[in-house]
């Protein structure tokens, strides 16, 4: 064989965990910012409301600083949204302001 053990074999090993480790980052990116957005309208619902805010905190916990600025993004108005929806719903019952959002 003109080629030694492992040569261009190996390359090919190599270039493919990069594109598999690039495609599944961008994949778990994906699915992040559906669920960010699946969370987003949840909160619309009263009935998913305290929910969707508790997981979207968690997910901020575990992701926000090592994720992309587009998904920062989308976390940031999913909380922004949340917080007007806190203030317009539950302005008159304040132990319902304070409730939401607890895990």
């Known amino acids: 064989s003109r080629y030694k053990i492992g040569g261009p074999h190996r390359i090919l090993d190599d270039n493919l965990k990069i594109?598999?480790?690039?495609?599944?980052?961008?994949?778990?990116n994906y699915h992040l910012l559906s669920r960010v957005q699946e969370l987003r309208i949840g909160l619309n619902k009263k009935a998913s409301f305290e929910k969707s805010t508790a997981e979207l905190s968690k997910l901020i916990s575990a992701h926000f600083d090592t994720?992309?600025?587009?998904i920062q993004t989308s976390l940031y108005d999913a909380v922004c949204r949340a917080a007007t929806l806190l203030k317009t719903?539950?302005?008159?019952n304040m132990a319902g302001?304070?409730?939401s959002g607890e895990t």
Do not use: G, I, L, Q
């Not at 594109?19 to 778990?28: G, P, Q, V």
């Not at 994720?67 to 587009?70: A, D, G, N, Q, R």
């Open 19 to 28: 594109y598999s480790e690039f495609f599944s980052e961008a994949m778990d």
């Open 67 to 70: 994720t992309s600025s587009e």
């Open 89 to 92: 719903r539950y302005s008159s």
């Open 97 to 99: 302001f304070w409730r």
